[in-house]
């Protein structure tokens, strides 16, 4: 995306990612993580607010810091460093929430040249199959893998 984005820091597996959020909210730390799923070669991605209390994300904060779109571009060039290290992964992305979802499939709609350009994207349909994404359709859940060049 081609959109300002926060610094990260990541661990040597480029599975797990933090970044700050600065807006009139103040300074929120994010996290970004790839956990792999039952289906082999399939990880989940997970995105959301910093917890203290356990350590870990939380995916259903909101913290409406005024900076959606860097975040935005921020976790979607973790995709592109994960997928360096991992260039057969499937990554399963889904809102924790409905309206998270949606936010998500307008998310992909509003970059999807660019994504297309990198990735093949496949959307759940609530007939519970998997398509190529199509502006418009509602979708429950996307899955994408990096193009693999001639």
């Known amino acids: 995306m081609k959109h300002p984005k926060y610094n990260y820091r990541s661990e040597s597996s480029l599975q797990?990612?933090?970044f700050?959020?600065?807006?009139?909210?103040?300074?929120?730390?994010?996290?970004?993580?790839?956990?792999?799923?039952?289906?082999?070669?399939?990880?989940n991605l997970g995105f959301g607010d910093y917890d203290d209390s356990t350590n870990g994300i939380n995916d259903l904060s909101v913290t409406n810091n005024g900076d959606s779109l860097k975040v935005l571009a921020r976790v979607a060039s973790t995709l592109y460093a994960f997928t360096e290290r991992?260039?057969?992964?499937?990554?399963?992305?889904?809102?924790?929430?409905?309206?998270?979802?949606?936010?998500?499939?307008m998310g992909i709609t509003n970059n999807l040249i660019e994504i297309e350009d990198d990735f093949i994207i496949v959307g759940y349909t609530k007939n519970q199959e998997w398509e190529k994404f199509v502006v418009g359709e509602d979708y429950e859940a996307f899955l994408l893998t990096k193009k693999r060049k001639n």
């Open 16 to 18: 797990l990612y933090e």
């Open 20 to 43: 700050i959020s600065e807006g009139p909210k103040g300074l929120v730390k994010k996290m970004v993580i790839y956990t792999e799923t039952t289906t082999e070669n399939v990880y």
């Open 86 to 105: 991992h260039s057969s992964a499937w990554i399963l992305a889904t809102g924790s929430t409905s309206v998270r979802t949606r936010l998500h499939r």
